[in-house]
């Protein structure tokens, strides 16, 4: 005859399931954004770090609450349907109880801001997704499956940051690394956020209408920098690597150092960094599509 469950030890491992899926989202954001293009202005990782710690009870709070509303009524159909299988547990009423219970509130959210259908059912599919697993991983009635689950979630966590940054080391991840871009990819006009254009010719001539105005300039710890305009030269220079890529820009009246390269293979930039030495914040113009 089998033990009555323990409702509390399905809250508990519930809310342990869905805690670890936070943090390995974290993880997994994180290892993507080496990937990515760094943005304009570098993030505060200090800040970024705080407020992860000060979220941490509200995303345990969160948890529990999710798990009290869909994961617990799971497990009790699960249960029910128990007794008709001689005892056995099955699992599958467990997602088809969460999916039925989430929808009603994913819809009524979705038709209260025009959301688009296909970005709700994804939405719901997920979270049907991550809450059933606490549902599953709930159901066994072993002793000790709280400190099993915080113990191996833990360490699918921490394996899964380590193998991330070892792949990224290696070259297993595509870390990022700047387009290889080159004369004829310069040809063109690029532009910055506010429409200050560089226009570059095949036969070296440059145009500039703009570049390095206040609105891009204008940093702390330093005044902000005139808009320079006019004609000039400009060359590139490979280097020895894509990280080594510099555009010489040389237009009288305009002391700008060489711009490196950024961006993307569909969506390069030139940039140079702004502000403090080291700041890491960039001045970018990004190259307009030859079909606009």
């Known amino acids: 005859m089998h033990r009555k469950r323990s409702h509390g030890r399905v809250l508990v491992v519930s809310t342990l399931v869905g805690c670890l899926e936070v943090a390995l989202a974290v993880v997994v954001v994180l290892l993507y954004v080496r990937t990515q293009p760094p943005p304009d202005t570098p993030p505060d990782y200090g800040r970024i ?30 249960d029910l349907r128990a007794r008709g299988l001689g005892g056995r547990v099955a699992w599958w009423p467990a997602p088809l109880v969460v999916a039925a219970l989430s929808a009603p509130p994913v819809l009524i959210f979705a038709s209260y801001n025009d959301a688009q259908t296909h970005p709700t059912l994804v939405f719901w599919a997920s979270a049907t997704a991550s809450l059933s697993l606490g549902a599953l991983i709930a159901l066994p009635r072993g002793e000790g499956l709280a400190r099993r689950v915080a113990v191996w979630g833990s360490a699918v966590v921490a394996g899964t940051g380590l193998v991330g940054a070892l792949g990224l ?30 226009a570059f010719t095949p036969d070296g001539r ?37 990280w080594a890529q510099r555009v010489r820009v040389d237009v009288p009246g305009c002391t700008w150092p060489a711009w490196s390269v950024g961006g993307t293979a569909r969506q390069p930039r030139i940039q140079q960094e702004i502000g403090d030495p080291g700041s890491g914040r960039l001045y970018q113009l990004r190259k307009v599509s030859d079909r606009t």
Not at 210 to 237: I, K, L, N
């Open 169 to 198: 080391a290696v070259g297993l991840l595509p870390a990022y690394e700047p387009p290889r871009i080159g004369p004829r990819t310069m040809t063109g006009s690029w532009i910055d956020h506010t429409g200050n254009t560089l």
């Open 206 to 242: 440059v145009t500039a209408s703009g570049v390095g105005g206040r609105s891009a300039f204008d940093h702390p710890g330093g005044g902000p920098s005139p808009s320079c305009s006019g004609s000039g030269t400009w060359a590139y220079e490979s280097g020895r690597g894509v």
């Open 49 to 78: 770090t705080g407020a992860l710690a000060a979220a941490a009870p509200l995303v345990g709070v969160a948890s529990f609450l999710l798990s009290l509303v869909f994961v617990l009524p799971a497990v009790a159909l699960a």
